[in-house]
């Protein structure tokens, strides 16, 4: 079946501005998306008290129209022929078959505005039935992990540890790849319901334990490029994180196995400070994110121009959204060496504070009666 | 001055090794082999597995200490549309002190949000055995406490209308019963903030606290 939105609307280039649970999320045009790589009109926002639609244009001439419906900040970039429309002529050639006048987008607006309830309620149809098939597949890999389980059990040690280190490497390799396709699940959970990050209560997490054991499950996809994954520094803190925490690290890890350089090592450091928080940073080798883009890398959708390797852009997102969740933001720094042209050392960076997030726990209340059975009849 | 001894004074100090064994844990789920049983019985925790609700009166007891409950396929004979959630709900409403993971696969409808929120614990399936113990451990020092359970049943005694003195005096009988006095705690507690109305639950939670310091 065809998406509803791009039947009301023939021209896709609506980005959605806002958290993922909007339902909307059509891509911005091919031009802005691969050429363009200012990102100038992801920092247009008009003020909260605005209505009705917002029109802006850009540096490179393109007009971009943001819109407030019900909640949701919508974006629809590039193709508004308004009087203040001053486009090249390359980029009037490539939209011209999608320009859209203000009559016209009024238009628009009001079919969006009146066929929405039905759209989020096919959009949601549609990521059930998505989730229902992610159902079994978590299923699957859950039988696979609890069988290679039983075999770790088995052997000798005293701790599940040790007997994952004493396991045949074979079942090894099954037990880290299932553990590898848990992490993706979980981003893939996120991603769907944003909420996900701080289900559950904050609990003592060692960090240093954690991201030692994703080193571990990471290696040897590592090594296959032959990249090195080192643990640099200490850590025994323990800091308060939701359970969302692990994808943090298994997202930078993945991140930079795939996009540095071969026959380069892949540096994680840690360290303590007195005050109980942890810093931790993530290094590599490899092209280094363009000065004019590491404002936005961490914006959905948005990859550097300096990934060669197949993605989503959606990976930075995540991280820095579970981040957010967890009561620190990552940033990115750039350490260029100076002699290898855009080359360096691209460092992810983050502060986990000592009772990240501020959680007070509080006893819950009891409003119901032993012999309440108003679920049960 | 009198010194009056705190029920929170009254906890045993019991190797984790031993709180582990001892803490009743049951996993309510429809598919079993999800869950790594083997690994984590063989390290000494003690887990029952239930493929869906089949007591739901043992649980409102509050016999488990942990419930592990899966969201998805089970429940359904009781509420077939909220299925896990209604159980969750239901106990949670009944006795805020009872610790619940939810364990689920589904986790992407945004309506269920303040349901999984009520939760003790989130855990995403499939989930290692390793990561499960840590968790287990962290609720069994965290949750399975005097302190926790002494929390919820001030709060509750609150709720209920009872006043500081009321409350002071239900923490004396519990210290009598923890010191191996014989209490009747439901009926102190009616005798001394009067008739209220969850009484039996903050019961329930009190035979909590007396169990644990009886270890």
């Known amino acids: 079946m065809e998406d509803p939105l791009l039947v009301f609307c023939p021209y896709p280039t609506i980005h959605s501005d806002g958290s993922l649970m909007d339902g909307i999320n059509v891509p911005q045009s091919k031009y802005c998306r691969e050429k363009c790589r200012t990102y100038e009109c992801l920092k247009f926002k008009p003020g909260d008290k605005e209505k009705t639609p917002v029109f802006y244009t850009c540096a490179k001439g393109f007009s971009v129209v943001v819109v407030k419906i019900e909640e949701s900040l919508i974006r629809i970039n590039g193709v508004i022929e308004v009087s203040t429309n001053k486009a090249s002529k390359i980029f009037k050639k490539e939209q011209i078959s999608r320009k859209l006048k203000p009559p016209e987008l009024e238009r628009w607006l009001n079919a969006f505005s009146a066929i929405r309830p039905e759209y989020e309620r096919y959009v949601d149809e549609k990521a059930k039935e998505a989730v229902h098939a992610l159902h079994d597949i978590k299923s699957l890999i859950g039988s696979v992990l609890t069988t290679a389980e039983q075999c770790i059990s088995e052997q000798k040690g005293k701790t599940i540890d040790e007997k994952i280190e004493a396991s045949p490497p074979h079942i090894q390799t099954i037990y880290h790849s299932c553990e590898i396709l848990q992490s993706l699940l979980q981003i893939t959970d996120i991603l769907t319901n944003p909420a996900v990050a701080q289900y559950g209560t904050p609990w003592a997490f060692s960090v240093h334990g954690v991201i030692l054991k994703l080193i571990k499950i990471h290696e040897n996809k590592a090594l296959l490029q032959n990249k090195k994954l080192t643990l640099r520094g200490h850590s025994i803190n323990k800091v308060s994180l939701y359970n969302s925490f692990i994808i943090i690290p298994h997202i930078l890890l993945d991140n930079a196995i795939k996009h540095s350089d071969r026959d380069t090592e892949i540096r994680v450091w840690m360290e303590d400070k007195d005050n109980g928080e942890i810093k931790i940073d993530f290094s590599s080798f490899g092209s280094l994110v363009p000065e004019t883009e590491r404002d936005f890398i961490f914006q959905r959708g948005v990859r550097g121009s300096n990934v060669r390797a197949k993605g989503s852009g959606l990976g930075l997102y995540i991280a820095q959204l579970v981040a957010k969740a967890n009561g620190f933001e990552i940033s990115y720094r750039a350490k260029p060496t100076g002699i290898l042209g855009d080359k360096g050392y691209n460092h992810f960076i983050f502060t986990v504070p000592a009772s990240a997030p501020a959680h007070v726990y509080k006893p819950p209340v009891c409003t119901a009666t032993l012999s309440t059975r108003s679920v049960y009849g | ?215």
């Open chain 2, 1 to 215: 001055m009198f010194w009056r001894k705190h029920i929170i004074n009254c906890k045993p100090a019991l190797p984790a090794t031993e709180m582990v064994k001892r803490t009743r844990i049951v996993v309510i789920d429809d598919e079993k082999t999800t869950f790594p049983f083997e690994v984590l019985q063989q390290q000494g925790y003690s887990i029952d597995y239930w493929p869906d609700v089949k007591d739901i009166a043992k649980l409102e007891k509050g016999f488990y200490d942990i419930i592990i409950l899966d969201i998805g396929g089970i429940g359904r004979e009781l509420d077939a549309t909220n299925e896990g959630i209604a159980v969750l709900k239901h106990l949670k409403k009944l006795n805020p002190a009872q610790v619940i993971v939810a364990f689920s696969g589904q986790s992407y409808e945004s309506a269920k949000i303040p349901f999984f929120q009520l939760a003790d614990q989130y855990v995403p399936k499939p989930t290692p055995a390793i990561t499960w113990k840590e968790i287990i451990d962290d609720l069994i020092k965290t949750r399975i406490t005097v302190e926790h359970y002494w929390a919820t049943m001030r709060q509750a005694l609150k709720d209920a209308g009872a006043n500081e003195k009321a409350i002071k005096g239900i923490e004396d009988s519990l210290v009598k019963a923890a010191e191996g006095g014989r209490v009747n705690l439901s009926r102190a507690i009616q005798k001394i903030a009067g008739p209220i109305e969850n009484a039996t639950t903050i019961a329930a939670i009190g035979a909590k606290i007396i169990a644990l310091c009886g270890l």
